[in-house]
């Protein structure tokens, strides 16, 4: 069974190239201003363009209002929208209905308490993205390399696939499949050699870590 794998945070042609050079099958592009890896939408399209055919395009947004996404799908045409703030089951249902993309809600986890409000996501997204829960002072909630606890994740069982990020690398993806059994892996950080610098090597070598792991996946 193969493993999605998604490299995050996107924003030269060089390492967007290694990245589908090397079989990435979702590439991310965060628009969120605040984030070292932001990319304004005329860069993010000509990039997107590059990529479009070759893996899923996605774009990362936080809490962003209808004008701002509709702006974002109509300029950018992602296969995905990315919804990584605080947006109510509601929004992701009411945002999948009028944009007409596919949603992955991102969820944050860090205790067990954070596992409860799952369901309710899951009946209206198309993916359940796990990440790290971002500590109350960062400045993004999410792309800070932090891991969370596995074994929250273990025996779940849901309505719609997920992925699991939050800390990857190509030293510990192999793990955080093993433990969570996520049909998806997400990095951003873990591929970097400085906050929001892509290392082509690093992505090569988390690329080739995930789909080492593909002979671990029962289901
Ligand atoms: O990348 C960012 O700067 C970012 C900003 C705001 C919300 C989310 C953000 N990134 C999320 C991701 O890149 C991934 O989906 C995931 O969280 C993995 O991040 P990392 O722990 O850096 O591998």
Not at 17 to 36: I, N, R
């Amino acid at each position: 069974m193969s493993l999605i794998v998604k490299i995050c945070g996107l924003s030269t042609r060089e390492t967007l190239d290694v990245a589908l050079d090397s079989g990435a099958d979702m590439v991310g592009f965060v628009f969120f201003p605040p984030s070292p890896r932001h990319i304004e939408l005329p860069a993010m399209s000509e990039l997107v363009e590059v990529a479009r055919g070759r893996a899923e395009i996605v774009v990362l947004t936080v809490n962003a209002d209808d004008q701002m996404l509709d702006q974002i799908v109509r300029q950018v045409r992602p296969d995905w929208l990315q919804l990584h703030g605080t947006e109510s089951a509601e929004a992701v249902a009411a945002f999948r209905q009028a944009f007409g993309v596919r949603v992955m809600k991102a969820l944050p986890i860090a205790a067990r308490g954070d596992l409860g409000r799952i369901p309710r996501y899951a009946a209206v997204a198309d993916r359940i993205l796990f990440d790290a829960r971002a500590p109350k002072e960062a400045t993004r909630p999410g792309g800070l390399g932090a891991v969370f606890d596995w074994h929250l994740l273990e025996n779940l069982d849901l309505a719609v696939p997920f992925m699991v990020s939050g800390g990857l690398h190509a030293g510990n993806v192999a793990e955080a499949v093993r433990v969570t059994g996520a049909g998806g892996v997400d990095v951003s950080s873990g591929v970097e050699r400085a906050s929001g610098i892509k290392d082509p090597e690093m992505i090569r070598a988390f690329i080739r870590a995930a789909r080492a792991t593909e002979e671990l996946m029962v289901r």
